[in-house]
Every structure is written in C-alpha cells, then in structure tokens.
C-alpha cells in the first residue's frame, strides 16, 4: 500500500463529512492496495477504513490490502443487500459522501434505499491528495518510464517503411511487457503520414511509407501507475514544410519543460507554448491542453491548460506535449514525462528525441 491511512484522517473532518463512499477505481486503490479496484468499493468513516469486494477475490485482498476487508458471498441478488448493510453499520449516520462524477445514478438510489442518510456529492477530494506523489509513488512512476524508454529504444530502429501501424504497437507493448511492465499504460497511437494531424489515432492497418513522420504515443503501466511519452520520427528524407512543423514543437516543447519549477502557474506554461507555436504561424494547430498530471490515471491532476489554477508543487508528476495536427498533411507531438522538484524538474523519459 503506497499512502498511509494517516494521510486521510482530515479528509471527513475538512469536508464536513461522517464517511465517504468511495467507487472510483484509482481511488479505491489509492486507499485500499487492492489491484482489481474495479471490482472494490471503500467505505471511509472516522474510525477507519473498509473494503468491499466479492468472493472472486478473498484471497487476493486479504494478501493486497492492510485493511479490513468485507467479502460479499454469490448469490448477487443477496449479496448487494447485505454488502450495503454491512457498510450502513460503520458509521451512525449524518452526512455521506459519495463521488458525484463517477458514481451512476442507478448505484445512487440504491445507496439511498439502503442507508436512509444525507447523501453528499462530493467532486475532487481524493484528486487533489493524488496530485503531488509520495516517494513510493515516484519510483514506479520512474520504473513505469524506465521500461517504456528501454522498449522504444528496442523498437525504434523497425520503424520503417512497409510496416504497419498495428505492428509496431504490438512490438512496443510487447517489449514493455517483456521488461515487467503489467500492461500498456493505454491503447498506443502509431499515427502516420496524414493520420498524424489525429492527436489520439490509435494504430491501423496502414502502411507506413518513406517521407512521411509518425507520432508513437505510448506508456507502460506498472503497479497501477503509468507512464506517458510521446516521440515522432521520420521514415527517410520528410519535406520542409514537415521539418517546420516538426522543429516549431520541439521548440515549444523544451521552452515548457525548461520552465516547469514548483510556484509555475500551469497556464503559463500553456500560454508560453501557444505563444511560441504563434510564433511559428502554428498555434491554430494546437488543439488540445499542454499537459496533464499522470499517476493511478494516465490524466490526473494537475491540468496544464489555458484556464487552469494549477500551481506546480514538488511531487508532481506531469507531461509537457506541445503538438500541432494540420489536416491533409500530417502532425507533430512531443511529450516528456517530467517529475516537479524542490528547486526545479527531472525529465523522467529519456528516449531519445530525434532531428527529421
């Protein structure tokens, strides 16, 4: 287990509340250790913490999670009921969170048909802990990067002409996976030629050919954390206008990394990428946000965009992935994995990027 009950003791108090009813996935592991949190559920009071889970994983959640756990037996019909029950019993009543933005509305009117209490909704308590990583955290999160910077490396030189896409997505989570990782940390973008200007194209069939740049988006997940990193290359000579494109982000992207410090304002930064893609008559070809925090979810806070109130803090682990999609011609993305320091940042992906 990766935090401390100890860091939570303040949550209900701060938010005014008896317990918490926790169902989303990154937050049920965050509390619990348990590995399969789509099938857990944690009911966090002031006296503690329970973890709800059914028969298929007795064993694993006894041996995954240092707290105490209530197992819910088949059938489901009964099992539901007396799993709602169970948690009715921990805490006397009052006010009850729930997490508004993943609970659905059906697991809602059951809670309160179970429980006849205050129901609460409650959005960003746990992400806002979730933002700056413990040490534990970091070093998967360096491991997770680790692993996906060794297999690009190991694959990088089979990205030619004749290929296709899907092949080489299947050569680098298999290469992630040989290193340990337990799965890709999402579905991998091989997006070439025209697909380039698709910032989250997935990988076809299509053939790559000689001229063209393809963006390789990609992550390894490794004790339920995951690592991001994006890098384009060149299948042989690409035309100017692809050069262009490719060296304005490149630009904009180390002037945004060399900036990341604790006290930067995440606008900033995407104000600074936006203004040197500007530069370069490209920032109308930047379609997304600059960045986002990466960690139990691949987008986590902080939010790297225009209209964020994010501060940077030591223990923060973000992306910088300035890109910029023109249609009919292609694209560009160049994104690094970088950890906030007490004085600074450490860039945690180390693949090399290259000059088309």
Known sequence: ??????????????????????????????????????????????????????????????????????????????????????????????????????????ALGALREAWGVEIVPTRGLLEARRAVKTDAEIALLREAQRIADEAYAEVRPTITAGRRERDVALDLEIAMRRRGADAAAFDLTVASGERGAMPHGGATD??????????????????????????????GEVS???????????????????AVKPGARAADLDVLARSILERHGLAGY??????????????EAPTLSGSSEDVLRPGMA??????????????VRIEDLVLVTGDGHEVLSRAEKERV
């Open 206 to 235: 299509r053939v790559l050919r000689e001229g063209e740049l393809v963006t390789i988006d990609m992550g390894a997940l490794l004790g339920g954390y995951h690592s991001d990193m994006t890098r384009t290359v060149a299948v």
């Open 318 to 331: 973000i992306t910088i992935e300035p890109g910029v999609y023109v249609p009919s011609v292609g694209g």
């Open 286 to 299: 930047f379609s997304h946000s600059l960045g986002h925090g990466v960690g139990l979810a691949i987008h």
């Open 1 to 106: 287990m990766l935090r401390l009950m100890s860091q939570f003791d303040d949550l209900l108090t701060a938010a005014g509340l008896d317990a918490l009813w926790i169902t989303r996935p990154e937050h049920v592991r965050l509390v619990s250790g348990f590995s399969s949190p789509r099938d857990g559920r944690v009911l966090l009071t002031r006296g503690g913490a329970t973890l709800y889970t059914d028969a298929r994983y007795t064993v694993q959640a006894a041996e995954e999670s240092s707290i105490p756990q209530y197992i819910a037996q088949p059938p489901r019909a009964t099992s539901e009921a007396k799993l709602l029950q169970h948690a009715r019993e921990q805490f006397a009543g009052g006010r009850v969170g729930i997490e508004a933005d993943h609970l659905s509305v059906t």
């Open 240 to 258: 100017d206008e692809l050069r262009r494109l490719y060296d304005a982000v490149l630009e904009a992207e180390d002037a945004c990394v060399a």
